[in-house]
């Protein structure tokens, strides 16, 4: 199903996101997954409200993280990296403590469109999603084909709010709600 743009009444506003590559090995030089994202963030008509890269440390992830979600010009976070299965991904256990409503559906859609393309193979994905503090939050795979994935298929489509029948940009505003 493709998702359908609105006409007039719908404009497109642009987001301040920030996008986190977890990687004990990766460099700004050799960071694909991050340069990715960041490619497709941009050119979608976002802007890029910092880049960071964090070792598979659940602390620093969850302190990186929790600076962006305090930070009001930060409307969207994007992670890459560290949801597998092995002792040293833990990107789940840092951010799930810091959302408020964890966005089931994201982690469950992106497993279905991965098994066409690798089968089986995608149940070994802990991909997330959740809001934190008013802001989005999405927990990606750090493959750069789960990236250009999951920004393609799924979040480019949620952060347009020219997206119909909805999308999370225009529910933003309620967020915060008590």
Request: one cysteine or more.
């Amino acid at each position: 199903m493709e998702m359908a743009h609105g006409g007039g009444d719908r404009t497109f506003l642009p987001l301040d996101i920030a996008v986190l590559t977890v990687s004990d090995s990766r460099t700004e030089a050799d960071d694909k997954s991050g340069k990715a994202l960041v490619e497709r963030l941009t050119a979608a008509g976002h802007r890029l409200a910092e880049k960071a890269i964090e070792p598979d440390d659940r602390y620093r992830i969850r302190a990186t993280v929790s600076r962006w979600i305090a930070d009001p010009g930060v409307q969207a976070v994007i992670t890459t990296g560290g949801t597998g299965l092995t002792g040293r991904d833990g990107t789940p256990e840092a951010l799930e403590p810091l959302f408020d409503k964890i966005i089931e559906g994201f982690g469950e859609l992106f497993r279905s469109l991965s098994y066409q393309d690798i089968g089986t193979s995608t149940l070994q994905s802990r991909a997330t999603a959740g809001v934190a503090n008013g802001t989005i939050i999405f927990s990606l795979p750090g493959s750069s084909g789960a990236c250009r994935d999951g920004w393609d298929k799924l979040i480019v489509h949620q952060l347009d709010a020219r997206t119909r029948p909805c999308n999370l940009v225009e529910i933003m505003p309620r967020f915060l709600e008590r």
